[in-house]
């Protein structure tokens, strides 16, 4: 599993042109889900993501979680962080999960960020999503499982 989060002042999610998912602030989790993933990786990065130090305490250090600060995530599906270019310039995604598999993966994952009491927010898997967002920071980690 590979995830990018960025801490966002405000996010939202739209699909055909309708909004699907917003939050106030937080995170936003890019999740692409690889083959051979597991229930058990996805929940081991729901904990790390969940406890990530990354908003500032009263002394102006990264020191609070998500949890900490009140703040929501919004979870999006994104098989192209599979997308391996080192043969040419157009991706091949052969390392992406197929969907049948990746779909509950991503769920399950989501699941478990709101069983660490973070209230979660879902993109629609597999469709044409459109992301507005603003960056605080900004701050982006990158995680691999």
């Known amino acids: 599993m590979r995830a990018v989060v960025q801490r966002v002042k405000e996010t939202s999610l739209t699909v055909d042109g309708k909004i699907i998912s917003q939050i106030p602030f937080g995170l936003v989790v890019f999740l692409g889900v690889k083959k051979g993933d597991s229930k058990e990786s996805a929940l081991k990065l729901a904990n790390k993501i969940s406890n990530l130090r990354i908003f500032e305490d009263e002394n102006g250090k990264m ?56 209230v979660t927010k879902l993109g629609i898997f597999g469709a044409d999503m459109k ?15």
Request: negative net charge; proline residues 6%; glycine residues 8%.
């Open 63 to 118: 020191n609070k979680s998500v949890k900490d600060v009140g703040g929501q995530i919004l979870s999006v599906s994104q098989f192209t962080l599979y997308g391996d270019t080192t043969h040419g310039n157009r991706p091949s995604f052969i390392e992406a999960e197929v969907p049948d598999v990746a779909k509950p993966l991503y769920e399950y994952f989501s699941k478990c960020l709101t069983d660490n009491g973070i």
């Open 131 to 145: 992301i507005s967002q603003l960056n605080d920071g900004p701050v982006t980690i990158i995680y691999e499982m």
